[in-house]
């Protein structure tokens, strides 16, 4: 499966952000899809993940109540919805998606278990 990330930019601290991640040529609703970035300097770390339904969602702990991880099966997309952004939300995200079909955190909220990545876009948060 493809993976087409986009929608990130530039944006003042305190503001929002919806990125999106277009999925082509696999069966999209079988997979559990994920959210990840990567700062400057820092290794890549989990944001948010959901399962391949959508009735199951995962966030660290920097992004709860803050982001909004959702999909839309029908258009083979997942979404990532950021608010109230701030300097530390800086980073280029990735989307991925993850091919067992698992709904448990363990699963979802780990890179290693990701087979396939987007090619990430840039968040850039302003102070």
């Known amino acids: 499966v493809q993976l087409q990330a986009s929608g990130g930019g530039l944006v003042q601290a305190g503001g929002s952000l919806g990125l999106s991640c277009a999925a082509s040529?696999?069966?999209?609703?079988?997979?559990?899809m994920g959210w990840f970035r990567q700062a400057p300097g820092k290794e890549r770390e989990f944001v948010a993940a959901i399962s391949r339904g959508g009735g199951t969602t995962y966030y660290a702990d920097s992004a709860k109540g803050r982001f909004t991880i959702f999909r839309d099966n029908a258009k083979n997309t997942v979404y990532l919805q950021m608010n109230i952004l701030n300097s530390e939300d800086t980073a280029v995200y990735y989307c991925?998606?993850?091919?067992?079909?698992?709904?448990?955190?363990?699963?979802?909220?780990?890179?290693?278990?990701?087979?396939?990545w987007g090619q990430g876009t840039l968040v850039t948060v302003s102070s």
């Open positions: 040529g696999g069966t999209f609703s079988g997979y559990g």
């Open positions: 991925a998606a993850e091919r067992s079909g698992s709904s448990r955190y363990a699963m979802l909220s780990s890179s290693s278990k990701y087979a396939y």
